[in-house]
C-alpha cells in the first residue's frame, strides 16, 4: 500500500530528472560547421503590452511558405503558449547575407489594414535561433510634433537585420534590430508592393558557451535592482523580528501570568469561578463545524506547501534559467500530480481524527477543492482565446494529456493517500476533555469578529512581500527577467513565520476573549494574505501596467485568482498548524479538570 513516504521519493525521483535534464539541456548538441543550417524559428506575435495575448506568427501576412512545419513541443512549452514554426530566413552557420530577399509581396488592403493594426498596437515578434531568444517590433508609429491621432503615420519594417556571435563551433548570441530606412507606408488602405529583406552579419566572441544565457539573467542583477530586492528583505526582516519580539514579550509575559494566576487560584480555591482561556479548557478542542470541508482544505493546503517547495529547490538548483520554454509550467503539472498523494493522507488522516465517517466523501472533497475551481476558470479562460485565436489556447491534444494526467496519476495517488491515511487510526491528541454541551460565547466587540481579525492578520505577511511582488508580477505578465530564486526564497520563509506568529497572536486573543471557536479563524486569518495579494492585482493592472482588452484582462485577473486562492489554502493551513501548536502547548502546561 502507497505511503505520503512513497509519494515523495517518487516526486523527488522525478524532480532530479527534471533537474538533471534542465541544468544540462543548454549545452550538449549545439555545435556547427561553417556553412551548416541552424534552426531558427518563428514563435509568436501579440501586443507588447498583452503577455497573454499572442497569436502564431503567420497569422500576420508576413513571407509564408506553401506548407508551415511546426515543431514538436513539450507540454509545458505548449502551456506556455509556445507555437513554433520554421522560419521563413535563413541563417547558415558562419555565412554573412547583405539585404537579401525573403519574398517579394502583393500586400492587399485588408493584409495593410491587419499590419497597421498590429503596428498600432505594439506588435513584436518573438523567434528562438539555436534556443536563443531573439525578438522586435514589426514596425512603428510616427506620432510627429503634437499631431492628433487621426495624422499619425503607420510604418511596416521590411528588413530585418541579425547580427550573431559565435565561438569556435557554437552559437553565442544573437540580436536582432530593424533598417529604419526601409519601411512601408501603411497609413492607407491602398495596395502595396512589399519586399522583405534580412541582412545576417557573423562576429565572433570570447564568451564561453557555458554563459551563454547570463546575458538574459543579468538585467535582474544590476546593482539598483539588487539594492532594491535586498531592500524588501531588510525591510521584511524588520517586520519580522519587531513582530516576533512584540508577541514573544507580550505572549511569555502574559502567559506566565496566566499560569501564575491559575495555578494560585487552584491552591486557594477550586470553586472558584474561573475567567480567561483556561475558561473554555473543556469546549478549546471541540471540533469544529463542517469537518470535511476544513480537513479537505488543510490536506490541500499541504500539498500545495509541498508543490511549493519542491519549486522552489529546482529553482535554486538551476533549472529555471531564462528562456527554459516551459519548463516551469511542466513541473508544476507534474509535480502537482506527484503530491496528490499527500492531500489525500493529510485530509484523511484529519479528517477521521476528527470522527468523521463519510472519508470517501472528504476524498472527492479534497481532490476537487482547487482542482475545481481552477478547471472551470480554465474552461471559461480557453474559450475566450478559441474565441481570440490565440496561441493560449490549449490544443484538444494537450487537454487531453493533462485529463490522462489527472485520472491516471493525480486521482489513483490521491485514493492510494486518502486509504494510508484512513488506516493510519492516529486518535486527535487533545490535552484537555471536551464537554458535552458547548458553553455559550460572550458578545464581543466588532473588531474581534472574523472580517476585521482577517484584514488584521494579513496586513503583516503582506506588508513583508509586496516589495517582491511587483518584480514577480512584471516576470509574469509582463517582459521583466526574474532570476533571483534565492531572495525570493528568503521572502517566503519570511512570509510562513509571521503568518504563523500572527495566527498565533489572534488565536491568544480570541481564546482569552473566551471565544474557543478558533478552528476556522485560524484557517481564515492564516490564509487571507490571499485576498491582499488579489487587491495588489487590482492596484498593479490599473496603475502599474498597460494591459488591456477583454482576453488580458480576464486572463489576467482569472488566473491570478486561481493563484491566490492557493496561496489562502497553503497559509491557511499554515495558520492553523502554528495555531494549533500554540494551543496544545498552553493547555498541557496547566491542570485541565
Same mark, same amino acid.
Given at each position: 500500500?502507497?505511503?505520503?513516504?512513497?509519494?515523495?521519493?517518487?516526486?523527488?525521483?522525478?524532480?532530479?530528472?527534471?533537474?538533471?535534464?534542465?541544468?544540462?539541456?543548454?549545452?550538449?548538441?549545439?555545435?556547427?560547421?561553417?556553412?551548416?543550417?541552424?534552426?531558427?524559428?518563428?514563435?509568436?506575435?501579440?501586443?507588447?503590452?498583452?503577455?497573454?495575448?499572442?497569436?502564431?506568427?503567420?497569422?500576420?501576412?508576413?513571407?509564408?511558405?506553401?506548407?508551415?512545419?511546426?515543431?514538436?513541443?513539450?507540454?509545458?512549452?505548449?502551456?506556455?503558449?509556445?507555437?513554433?514554426?520554421?522560419?521563413?530566413?535563413?541563417?547558415?552557420?558562419?555565412?554573412?547575407?547583405?539585404?537579401?530577399?525573403?519574398?517579394?509581396?502583393?500586400?492587399?488592403?485588408?493584409?495593410?489594414?491587419?499590419?497597421?493594426?498590429?503596428?498600432?498596437?505594439?506588435?513584436?515578434?518573438?523567434?528562438?535561433?539555436?534556443?536563443?531568444?531573439?525578438?522586435?517590433?514589426?514596425?512603428?508609429?510616427?506620432?510627429?510634433?503634437?499631431?492628433?491621432?487621426?495624422?499619425?503615420?503607420?510604418?511596416?519594417?521590411?528588413?530585418?537585420?541579425?547580427?550573431?556571435?559565435?565561438?569556435?563551433?557554437?552559437?553565442?548570441?544573437?540580436?536582432?534590430?530593424?533598417?529604419?530606412?526601409?519601411?512601408?507606408?501603411?497609413?492607407?488602405?491602398?495596395?502595396?508592393?512589399?519586399?522583405?529583406?534580412?541582412?545576417?552579419?557573423?562576429?565572433?566572441?570570447?564568451?564561453?558557451?557555458?554563459?551563454?544565457?547570463?546575458?538574459?539573467?543579468?538585467?535582474?542583477?544590476?546593482?539598483?535592482?539588487?539594492?532594491?530586492?535586498?531592500?524588501?528583505?531588510?525591510?521584511?526582516?524588520?517586520?519580522?523580528?519587531?513582530?516576533?519580539?512584540?508577541?514573544?514579550?507580550?505572549?511569555?509575559?502574559?502567559?506566565?501570568?496566566?499560569?501564575?494566576?491559575?495555578?494560585?487560584?487552584?491552591?486557594?480555591?477550586?470553586?472558584?469561578?474561573?475567567?480567561?482561556?483556561?475558561?473554555?479548557?473543556?469546549?478549546?478542542?471541540?471540533?469544529?463545524?463542517?469537518?470535511?470541508?476544513?480537513?479537505?482544505?488543510?490536506?490541500?493546503?499541504?500539498?500545495?506547501?509541498?508543490?511549493?517547495?519542491?519549486?522552489?529547490?529546482?529553482?535554486?538548483?538551476?533549472?529555471?534559467?531564462?528562456?527554459?520554454?516551459?519548463?516551469?509550467?511542466?513541473?508544476?503539472?507534474?509535480?502537482?500530480?506527484?503530491?496528490?498523494?499527500?492531500?489525500?493522507?493529510?485530509?484523511?488522516?484529519?479528517?477521521?481524527?476528527?470522527?468523521?465517517?463519510?472519508?470517501?466523501?472528504?476524498?472527492?472533497?479534497?481532490?476537487?477543492?482547487?482542482?475545481?475551481?481552477?478547471?472551470?476558470?480554465?474552461?471559461?479562460?480557453?474559450?475566450?482565446?478559441?474565441?481570440?485565436?490565440?496561441?493560449?489556447?490549449?490544443?484538444?491534444?494537450?487537454?487531453?494529456?493533462?485529463?490522462?494526467?489527472?485520472?491516471?496519476?493525480?486521482?489513483?495517488?490521491?485514493?492510494?493517500?486518502?486509504?494510508?491515511?484512513?488506516?493510519?487510526?492516529?486518535?486527535?491528541?487533545?490535552?484537555?476533555?471536551?464537554?458535552?454541551?458547548?458553553?455559550?460565547?460572550?458578545?464581543?466587540?466588532?473588531?474581534?469578529?472574523?472580517?476585521?481579525?482577517?484584514?488584521?492578520?494579513?496586513?503583516?505577511?503582506?506588508?513583508?512581500?509586496?516589495?517582491?511582488?511587483?518584480?514577480?508580477?512584471?516576470?509574469?505578465?509582463?517582459?521583466?527577467?526574474?532570476?533571483?530564486?534565492?531572495?525570493?526564497?528568503?521572502?517566503?520563509?519570511?512570509?510562513?513565520?509571521?503568518?504563523?506568529?500572527?495566527?498565533?497572536?489572534?488565536?491568544?486573543?480570541?481564546?482569552?476573549?473566551?471565544?474557543?471557536?478558533?478552528?476556522? #479563524? +485560524?484557517?481564515?486569518? /492564516?490564509?487571507?494574505?490571499?485576498? %491582499?495579494?488579489? $487587491? =495588489?492585482?487590482?492596484?498593479?493592472? @490599473? *496603475? #502599474? +501596467?498597460?494591459?488591456? /482588452?477583454?482576453?488580458?484582462?480576464? %486572463?489576467?485577473? $482569472? =488566473?491570478?485568482?486561481?493563484?491566490? @486562492? *492557493?496561496?489562502?489554502?497553503?497559509? /491557511?493551513?499554515?495558520?492553523?498548524?502554528?495555531?494549533?501548536?500554540?494551543?496544545?502547548?498552553?493547555?498541557?502546561?496547566?491542570?485541565?479538570?
Amino acid at each position: 500500500m502507497a505511503s505520503p513516504a512513497a509519494d515523495a521519493a517518487s516526486a523527488l525521483l522525478v524532480l532530479l530528472a527534471f533537474a538533471v535534464a534542465g541544468v544540462f539541456s543548454d549545452g550538449s548538441d549545439h555545435r556547427y560547421k561553417a556553412g551548416e543550417p541552424v534552426p531558427l524559428y518563428a514563435n509568436k506575435v501579440g501586443p507588447f503590452h498583452n503577455p497573454s495575448e499572442t497569436y502564431r506568427y503567420f497569422d500576420l501576412p508576413f513571407c509564408s511558405p506553401e506548407k508551415v512545419k511546426e515543431k514538436s513541443e513539450a507540454l509545458g512549452e505548449v502551456l506556455n503558449g509556445d507555437r513554433l514554426v520554421d522560419a521563413p530566413y535563413k541563417l547558415d552557420f558562419r555565412v554573412d547575407y547583405d539585404s537579401k530577399a525573403v519574398c517579394s509581396k502583393k500586400l492587399a488592403k485588408e493584409d495593410v489594414a491587419k499590419f497597421r493594426n498590429s503596428v498600432a498596437k505594439d506588435y513584436y515578434f518573438q523567434m528562438y535561433y539555436d534556443d536563443l531568444p531573439l525578438w522586435g517590433f514589426i514596425g512603428k508609429v510616427d506620432k510627429g510634433t503634437k499631431l492628433p491621432p487621426t495624422e499619425w503615420k503607420y510604418y511596416l519594417y521590411r528588413h530585418i537585420i541579425f547580427d550573431i556571435l559565435y565561438n569556435n563551433d557554437r552559437v553565442i548570441e544573437i540580436n536582432v534590430h530593424t533598417d529604419q530606412s526601409a519601411l512601408v507606408d501603411l497609413t492607407e488602405d491602398r495596395e502595396t508592393d512589399v519586399e522583405f529583406l534580412y541582412t545576417v552579419k557573423w562576429k565572433e566572441t570570447p564568451t564561453p558557451f557555458e554563459k551563454r544565457m547570463e546575458k538574459y539573467s543579468s538585467s535582474s542583477n544590476m546593482p539598483h535592482h539588487l539594492e532594491v530586492h535586498w531592500f524588501s528583505i531588510i525591510n521584511s526582516c524588520v517586520t519580522v523580528l519587531l513582530l516576533t519580539g512584540f508577541l514573544a514579550t507580550i505572549l511569555m509575559r502574559v502567559l506566565k501570568n496566566d499560569f501564575v494566576k491559575y495555578a494560585h487560584d487552584e491552591e486557594v480555591a477550586d470553586d472558584q469561578e474561573e475567567s480567561g482561556w483556561k475558561y473554555i479548557h473543556g469546549d478549546v478542542f471541540r471540533f469544529p463545524k463542517n469537518k470535511s470541508l476544513f480537513s479537505a482544505a488543510l490536506g490541500t493546503g499541504t500539498q500545495l506547501f509541498a508543490l511549493t517547495t519542491f519549486i522552489f529547490l529546482l529553482a535554486l538548483v538551476g533549472v529555471f534559467y531564462p528562456y527554459n520554454r516551459g519548463a516551469l509550467f511542466t513541473a508544476l503539472v507534474v509535480i502537482y500530480a506527484l503530491t496528490s498523494g499527500i492531500a489525500g493522507y493529510i485530509a484523511t488522516a484529519f479528517y477521521c481524527q476528527l470522527e468523521g465517517t463519510n472519508w470517501v466523501r472528504n476524498l472527492l472533497l479534497t481532490g476537487c477543492l482547487f482542482c475545481g475551481p481552477l478547471f472551470l476558470t480554465f474552461c471559461f479562460l480557453n474559450t475566450v482565446a478559441i474565441a481570440y485565436s490565440a496561441t493560449a489556447a490549449l490544443p484538444f491534444g494537450t487537454i487531453c494529456v493533462i485529463v490522462l494526467i489527472w485520472t491516471l496519476v493525480t486521482f489513483p495517488l490521491l485514493v492510494l493517500g486518502g486509504i494510508a491515511g484512513k488506516n493510519s487510526k492516529s486518535e486527535f491528541q487533545a490535552p484537555c476533555r471536551t464537554t458535552k454541551y458547548p458553553r455559550e460565547i460572550p458578545p464581543l466587540p466588532w473588531y474581534r469578529t472574523t472580517v476585521p481579525q482577517m484584514a488584521m492578520a494579513g496586513f503583516l505577511p503582506f506588508s513583508a512581500i509586496y516589495i517582491e511582488l511587483y518584480y514577480i508580477f512584471a516576470s509574469v505578465w509582463g517582459h521583466r527577467i526574474y532570476t533571483i530564486y534565492s531572495i525570493l526564497f528568503i521572502v517566503f520563509i519570511i512570509l510562513l513565520i509571521v503568518t504563523a506568529f500572527i495566527t498565533v497572536a489572534l488565536t491568544y486573543f480570541q481564546l482569552a476573549a473566551e471565544d474557543h471557536e478558533w478552528w476556522w #479563524r +485560524s484557517f481564515l486569518c /492564516g490564509g487571507s494574505t490571499g485576498f %491582499f495579494v488579489y $487587491g =495588489y492585482c487590482l492596484y498593479y493592472y @490599473y *496603475a #502599474r +501596467s498597460d494591459m488591456s /482588452g477583454f482576453m488580458q484582462t480576464s %486572463f489576467f485577473f $482569472g =488566473y491570478m485568482a486561481c493563484i491566490c @486562492y *492557493a496561496f489562502f489554502l497553503m497559509l /491557511g493551513m499554515i495558520g492553523f498548524r502554528a495555531a494549533l501548536f500554540f494551543v496544545r502547548h498552553i493547555y498541557k502546561s496547566i491542570k485541565c479538570e
